[in-house]
């Protein structure tokens, strides 16, 4: 019984919480094993972030990160400077720009 009570608990305040979606820009992710993986365990460290995606730029200079956070828990600047202390210059892409991209690669 007890255990039923605190799953109704934990999914009440689950509910209340507001999910943000953030993509970045993270010059120098490069590699998809130690780069994707050095900006992946920084993000760890960042409570309340979930990774969507990455993308490293193979033969480019800028990879890509998308994550959803709790933005009661965390913020865009916490989330940023994570991947900065790791060694990555890291920038918002514009909401704008990032749902065109989307749209693009739905059409194709």
Same mark, same amino acid.
């Given at each position: ?32 094993? @130690?780069? +994707? ?6 993000? #760890? $460290?960042? &409570? ?6 990455? *993308?490293? %730029?193979?033969?480019?200079?800028? @990879?890509? +990160? ?6 009661? #828990? $965390?913020? &865009? ?6 991947? *900065?202390? %790791? ?17 693009? &690669?739905?059409?194709?």
């Amino acid at each position: 019984m007890k255990k039923i009570i605190a799953l109704f608990a934990m999914a009440a305040a689950v509910v209340g919480v507001q999910a943000a979606e953030l993509n970045l820009k993270v010059d120098g992710m490069v590699c998809s094993i @130690g780069c +994707v993986s050095k900006v992946k365990q920084s993000l #760890t $460290t960042v &409570k309340g972030v979930d990774i969507k995606g990455t *993308k490293f %730029a193979l033969g480019k200079k800028l @990879g890509a +990160v998308k994550v959803s956070f709790c933005d009661q #828990t $965390t913020s &865009k600047k916490k989330i940023m400077n994570a991947i *900065k202390k %790791a060694g990555y210059k890291v920038a918002e892409v514009p909401q704008k720009k990032a749902k065109g991209k989307a749209k693009a &690669k739905k059409k194709a």
